[in-house]
T-cell receptor, first 117, second 113 residues
Framework: AQKVTQAQTEISVVEKEDVTLDCVYE???????LFWYKQPPSGELVFLIR??????QNEISGRYSWNFQKSTSSFNFTITASQVVDSAVYFC??????????????FGPGTRLSVLP | DGGITQSPKYLFRKEGQNVTLSCEQN?????MYWYRQDPGQGLRLIYY???????QKGDIAEGYSVSREKKESFPLTVTSAQKNPTAFYLC????????????FGSGTRLTVV
């Protein structure tokens, strides 16, 4: 069975600090996708990134970066120089890579990030 | 702009009543999904549909029903059989074979009074 663990329930940082959100996953599939979503107070989940299991290159997008390590089954998310607008709940998710997510799209419990001014 | 519209944003239900949550998308996505979110928990799949007139149960389908008569619409009915319906409900859609993840609606918060 697939499982996603986000051990950090809540994190508080002061603006401009760097923060890393942890994600550990379990799957028996050899091909899969990993995702990060942001849920601001408005409620809508916003897609941030999708990573294929064959691509272990780290990704950087502005202040966001992702570290995918297959050896430790982790897909951690770092926000550099955090801002108040980064305050949200962040979800890590896992799916089989058949282009047919269906029941096999599993979300972690989420990490609530509060960035204080 | 393309997207998913969920309505209403807030919904109150008396015990014993059925209520229907609306989800409409104009993205021409094949697949649609309903998730339930409880405080401090991740999203749990209720139902999903990958094609018109067909849908599948997710992990927590009991007490819920859906229909998919049109590609763009996937309403969720919370029946009186659902014993603890107070939650935040999110609808999502996805183009099968697409390169990105789900597109989500802004959610409906259902409260039993």
């Amino acid at each position: 069975a697939q499982k996603v663990t986000q051990a950090q329930t809540e994190i508080s940082v002061v603006e401009k600090e760097d923060v890393t959100l942890d994600c550990v996953y379990e799957t028996r599939d050899t091909t899969y996708y990993l995702f990060w979503y942001k849920q601001p107070p408005s409620g809508e989940l916003v897609f941030l990134i999708r990573r294929n299991s064959f691509d272990e290159q780290n990704e950087i997008s502005g202040r966001y970066s992702w570290n995918f390590q297959k050896s430790t089954s982790s897909f951690n998310f770092t926000i550099t120089a955090s801002q108040v607008v980064d305050s949200a709940v962040y979800f890590c998710a896992l799916s089989e890579a058949r282009g047919n997510y269906g029941q096999n799209f599993v979300f972690g419990p989420g990490t609530r990030l509060s960035v204080l001014p | 702009d393309g997207g998913i519209t969920q309505s209403p944003k807030y919904l109150f239900r008396k015990e014993g009543q059925n209520v229907t949550l609306s989800c409409e998308q104009n993205l021409n996505h094949d697949a649609m999904y309903w998730y339930r979110q409880d405080p401090g928990q991740g999203l749990r799949l209720i139902y999903y549909s990958q094609i018109v007139n067909d849908f599948q149960k997710g992990d927590i389908a009991e007490g819920y029903s859906v229909s998919r008569e049109k590609k763009e619409s996937f309403p969720l009915t919370v029946t009186s059989a659902q014993k603890n319906p107070t939650a935040f409900y999110l609808c999502a859609s996805y183009q099968l074979g697409g390169a990105y993840g789900y597109t989500f609606g802004s959610g409906t918060r259902l409260t039993v009074v």
